[in-house]
């Protein structure tokens, strides 16, 4: 499974998440632009000492990322989109190991035409007086969610 931000704005969240691929042997996508500069200096807090270990790539834009996924079919498959703007409960989702997993921006998820290119959206239940969690925290709940349907984490021992 991969684990693909679009336009991330915060580098504390994507640096967290990139500590998270490194943990998990999950591969990530950065669509840029983000909003701030993304160099190892921004990310190393949050990162810590295992950005060496965390597969990633870099895409300038959506429909570069679109195109990359399409040259390559065995890496990427469905993409699963996590929005406030889904009815389908992401644990009634049934994941399958290629899956990407498409987390927003933190400061205005994504637009409609991303909406409209996905597989499949899926959210979050919580509090309706709550208005989102931190993007960092969601897709560790989704991500470990997908590994544990799909037998997806890394073995013990290895």
Not at 46 to 68: I, P
């Amino acid at each position: 499974m991969r684990l693909a931000l679009f336009q991330p704005d915060i580098p504390q969240n994507t640096g967290t998440l990139l500590r998270l691929g490194a943990c998990l042997d999950v591969e990530l996508d950065i669509i840029e632009p983000c909003g701030f500069v993304f160099s190892e200096h921004t990310l190393k807090r949050s990162g810590m000492d295992y950005l060496h270990l965390v597969k990633y790539r870099r895409h300038n834009s959506w429909y570069d990322f679109l195109k990359y996924r399409k040259e390559h079919p065995e890496e990427y498959g469905r993409i699963v989109l996590l929005t406030t703007h889904a009815t389908e409960p992401y644990y009634n989702f049934e994941f399958k190991p290629n899956d990407i997993i498409l987390m927003g921006r933190e400061s205005a998820g994504v637009p409609q035409e991303v909406h409209e290119t996905v597989d499949a959206r899926l959210l979050i239940p919580m509090n309706e007086n709550a208005r989102s969690i931190n993007v960092a925290v969601s897709a560790v709940m989704v991500v470990g969610e997908c590994l544990r349907q799909t037998n997806g984490f890394p073995k013990i021992g290895k």
